[in-house]
C-alpha cells in the first residue's frame, strides 16, 4: 500500500493503464503461423460440430477450397444428393414455404387473396391483367404523385407488395 502513490502518476483521478478492465481473452487464427484473430468458424469437416476459426483472409481461403463431399465414394455422393433431392422435394410440395400456408377452395392462398384485393382484382386473374392494373394503382398512389401523404405512400407500398407476390406466384391451375 506504501507504493501506491507511484501507480497514480501524482494525479488523483488517474491510476494505473486498464485498472478497470478485464483482460479479454482472444482467439487466435488457426492457420498456421496467422497472427490476426480467428473470428470466423468454419466446419472442421462435413457434419462435425466442430469449428475451426480463422481470421477473414484465411476464411475466405478454406471456403474457397472447401469440398464437402471430399472423402466420399462416388456412390456414398450420388445416395447423399439423391436424400437431399427426395427431402427438398418433398417439403416443395407440401407447400409450406408458401407465404400463406393453406389454400382455399381457388388453389389461393391467404395472401395471394389479399393481394388480389390490394390491386382491385378477381381472383385469378392473369399476369396481364395483374401488371396492367399494378400499372395503374402504382401511378395513382406513387410517392411523387402524391408528396408529403403518408396514406399514399402505404397504400402503394401495399400495391407493390401485392405486385411482388402475384407476378412470381404460380397460378392457382397449376
Known amino acids: 500500500m506504501a507504493h501506491d502513490h507511484l501507480k497514480s502518476f501524482g494525479f488523483p483521478r488517474w491510476g494505473e493503464y486498464g485498472r478497470d478492465k478485464e ?16 473470428e ?5 469437416s462435413a457434419g462435425s460440430s466442430e469449428r475451426w476459426y480463422f481470421c477473414r483472409a484465411h476464411a475466405a481461403e478454406y471456403n474457397r477450397n472447401w469440398n464437402y463431399f471430399d472423402g466420399m465414394s462416388e456412390d456414398e455422393i450420388r445416395q447423399h444428393m439423391k436424400d437431399g433431392t427426395q427431402t427438398s422435394d418433398a417439403f416443395a410440395s407440401s407447400g409450406a414455404f408458401e407465404w400463406g400456408g393453406a389454400t382455399d ?12 384485393d ?8 392473369g399476369q396481364d391483367a395483374i401488371k396492367k392494373q399494378y400499372r395503374r394503382l402504382a401511378k395513382l398512389f406513387h410517392p411523387d404523385a402524391n408528396p408529403g401523404d403518408p396514406e ?4 402503394f407500398h401495399q400495391i407493390q407488395l401485392a405486385y411482388d407476390l402475384l407476378s412470381t406466384a404460380k397460378s392457382p391451375s397449376a
Open 118 to 125: 390490394t390491386l382491385e382484382l378477381d381472383a385469378g386473374a
Open 40 to 44: 470466423h468458424p468454419a466446419p472442421k
Open 23 to 38: 483482460a479479454e481473452p482472444v482467439r487466435m487464427c488457426d492457420y498456421v503461423g496467422c497472427m490476426e484473430k480467428g
Open 105 to 116: 377452395s381457388d388453389g389461393l392462398t391467404s395472401s395471394q387473396a389479399r393481394a388480389y
Open 152 to 155: 399514399a405512400a402505404e397504400r
